[in-house]
């Protein structure tokens, strides 16, 4: 029958924390928050319908300000001429307000009445 080797003692186990990590001294604790980076408010531009404003003339707007093939830019200008308004895209607020003035300058130097406005979504 061999004999069992000599136990030997266990290691001492390390403290629960060492003393200088009680912050009872000069050392600094960082905490470590997850980073919560909210997305931007976006907004949506929007037409709205008057008596005056030539189809053709929104239909063109939508296509050029707005990057819609012509077919897209008809069925919105429809929408509009049907419910009173419609989108015509969603951007961050500066890119929204650029699309505003552009449309508006481009309405008023042809002579229409056309309305475009940009509303917070959401
Ligand atoms: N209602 C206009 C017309 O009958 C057409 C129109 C459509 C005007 C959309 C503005 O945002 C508008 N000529």
Redesign the pocket.
Known sequence: MASKPPKTPAPPKAPAFKPEEANGGDSVVLERRPLKTEPPQMYQVV?????????EF?VVVIQEFFNKDRETATQI?LK??LDGKGVCGVFSKDVASTKVDQVTEAARKNGHP?QCVCEPIE
Do not use: R
């Open positions: 037409l709205l319908n008057d008596d005056y404003t030539p189809m929104v200008m509009i001429h056309l």
